[in-house]
C-alpha cells in the first residue's frame, strides 16, 4: 500500500517505486531531452564533443521554457497522492530540472542539497529516469539510508565510501523520492550519457531558496552567489 511505502520513505530517507511511469511517457521526455541537448551542444552522438568538452552536470528547466510535455509528470495524481502522503498538506512544487552528464564525466560529489541544521527545512528529491541506469554506462545513485535525520555530512575526502551505502540502478520509469538532507552521490558517467529528471518539492512553509546552499565533504556552497561559505578541508575527520 502507499501509505506503507512513505513510512519506508522515514525510516530510510529515501524510497524506490519501480514502473511508476509508463514506458511510452518515459519516451516522450527522453526524445524532448536528446532533441534540446542536442540543439544546444551540437551532435550529442558525436562523443568526441563531449569528451572534449568539459562540462560535468548540464542543468536544463524545462517548464521554464514551456514544454508542456513535462507538465504531465507535474500533474500526474498518483506523483501528487505520494507526495502528499511524505511531505503533508500544504506542499508545493519547486521546479523541475532535467540533469545531463556527457560520457566521462564525474557525476556528483557527496552531498546534502540543503543544509540539515534546519531539521524542518528541506527539499524532496521527486526523481525520474527515462532510461535505465546500468552499470556499463554508469552514473549510479549512491546514498547513505536514515542520514536524513539532522546528521551532518561529515568533512573530509569527496570521493570516500561509506560502511552503509547503497548502490540504485533505477529504471526507465522508476520514480525515487530523495530527502534533500539524506547523503548521496552520483558516480562516474563511463557511458555515453546519463540523464535524470527531478521535480523538485518541499513542506508548506520552507523557503523557497531552501536548495540555495548545498553541503560537500569539502565545502559548503552558496549557488545564488556562486561562493563557498565554509571551507571544510579544515575541520576534515576521516570517515568510517
Ligand atoms: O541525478 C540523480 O540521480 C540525483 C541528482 C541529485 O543529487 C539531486 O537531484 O539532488
Ligand atoms: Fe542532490
Not at 10 to 30: I, R, S, T
Not at 97 to 109: C, E, H, I, L, Y
Not at 192 to 197: A, D, E, G, I, L
Not at 211 to 218: F, G, L
Request: hydrophobic share 35%; glycine share 8%; charged share 25%.
Amino acid at each position: 500500500m502507499v501509505e506503507d511505502l512513505t513510512v519506508k520513505f522515514w525510516e530510510d530517507g529515501y524510497l524506490v517505486v519501480e514502473n511508476f511511469f509508463a514506458e511510452e511517457c518515459m519516451d516522450e521526455l527522453h526524445r524532448l531531452i536528446l532533441d534540446h541537448f542536442g540543439a544546444v551542444h551540437g551532435s550529442m552522438l558525436n562523443e568526441e564533443f563531449w569528451d572534449k568538452s568539459k562540462c560535468e552536470i548540464v542543468p536544463w528547466f524545462p517548464q521554464r521554457e514551456g514544454v508542456d510535455a513535462f507538465d504531465r509528470i507535474e500533474n500526474d495524481p498518483e506523483l501528487k497522492n505520494i507526495t502528499e502522503l511524505v511531505l503533508g498538506a500544504g506542499w508545493y512544487s519547486q521546479y523541475s530540472m532535467v540533469m545531463f552528464s556527457a560520457k566521462g564525466t564525474k557525476g556528483q560529489a557527496w552531498h546534502q542539497d540543503c543544509p540539515p541544521e534546519a531539521r524542518n527545512d528541506f527539499n524532496l528529491n521527486r526523481l525520474i529516469y527515462t532510461r535505465d541506469i546500468v552499470p556499463e554506462i554508469g552514473g549510479e545513485l549512491r546514498l547513505v539510508p536514515g542520514t536524513h535525520r539532522g546528521q551532518v555530512l561529515p568533512a573530509g575526502d569527496p570521493d570516500v565510501d561509506f560502511k552503509d551505502q547503497i548502490t540504485l540502478y533505477p529504471k526507465k520509469g522508476t520514480l525515487v523520492l530523495l530527502h534533500g538532507h539524506c547523503w548521496h552521490r552520483v558516480l562516474p558517467v563511463d557511458g555515453p550519457y546519463r540523464v535524470s529528471t527531478n521535480y523538485r518539492a518541499a513542506p508548506k512553509g520552507t523557503p523557497e531558496d531552501v536548495t540555495d546552499v548545498c553541503v560537500y565533504r569539502n565545502m559548503r556552497y552558496r549557488f545564488s552567489t556562486k561562493s563557498v561559505i565554509e571551507d571544510r578541508a579544515a575541520s576534515a575527520v576521516e570517515a568510517d
